[in-house]
């Protein structure tokens, strides 16, 4: 079985610090995806980032960075410069490429990012 | 944004009654979920649909039960509802499984008294 693991409950930094949000995942396939969303005070989740096992490449889109790990099964999440909009839930979630798994998310229990002003 | 609209937005029930939540899509995708969202827990999928008729199981599925005769509609029917299923509900659309990021309603919040 597969499972996502978000240690961090809640974090809270003041406004224009960094911040690291960590998730470390467990699964015996070989071949998956890994997302991550955000939910905003609103409720709503949006969708940020897909990465495929294949690829280790880091990424970055403006503030938001994303650092993947086979060797450690993280896929950890690092907003840069951190504004009070970026205060959300924010969920990593894996699924399996085998035909049986696919489309099933297993999300973290998700990480509290509170940036005050 | 994705079209993807959800009804009611909020509802309250009394144990043992039947509940249906609506998931909308005008997106014309072919896969759909429901998902709830509990604290500590994350999201947990409930049921998927592949296509119209085509529906399985998810991880806690135990009480539910879907149904989809149209490609956008996809209902999700608590045949007795429950205080353990008081939630909040999300439905999901993607134009694909597997490497197909879903996109999300707005969700139901659901409270059985």
């Known amino acids: 079985a597969q499972k996502v693991t978000q240690a961090q409950t809640e974090i809270s930094v003041v406004e224009k610090e960094d911040v690291t949000l960590d998730c470390v995942y467990e699964t015996r396939d070989t071949t998956y995806y890994l997302f991550w969303y955000k939910q905003p005070p609103s409720g709503e989740l949006v969708f940020l980032i897909r990465r495929n096992s294949f690829d280790e490449q880091n990424e970055i889109s403006g503030r938001y960075s994303w650092n993947f790990q086979k060797s450690t099964s993280s896929f950890n999440f690092t907003i840069t410069a951190s504004q009070v909009v970026d205060s959300a839930v924010y969920f990593c979630?894996?699924?399996?490429?085998?035909?049986?798994?696919?489309?099933?998310?297993?999300f973290g229990a998700g990480t509290q990012v509170v940036v005050t002003p | 944004d994705a079209g993807i609209t959800q009804s009611p937005r909020h509802k309250v029930t009394e144990t043992g009654t039947p509940v249906t939540l609506r998931c909308h899509q005008t997106?014309?995708?072919?896969?759909m979920y429901w998902y709830r969202q509990d604290p500590g827990h994350g999201l947990r999928l409930i049921h998927y649909?592949?296509?119209?008729?085509?529906?399985d199981k998810g991880e806690v599925s135990d009480g539910y039960s879907v149904s989809r005769s149209k490609t956008e509609d996809f209902l999700l029917t608590l045949e007795s509802a429950t205080s353990s299923q008081t939630s909040v509900y999300f439905c999901?659309?993607?134009?694909?499984?597997?490497?197909?990021?879903?996109?999300f309603g707005p969700g139901t919040r659901l409270t059985v008294t």
């Open positions: 997106e014309n995708h072919r896969y």
């Open positions: 999901a659309i993607s134009e694909s499984a597997g490497a197909y990021e879903q996109y």
């Open positions: 649909s592949y296509g119209v008729k085509d529906t």
């Open positions: 979630a894996l699924t399996l490429m085998t035909t049986d798994s696919w489309g099933k998310l297993q």
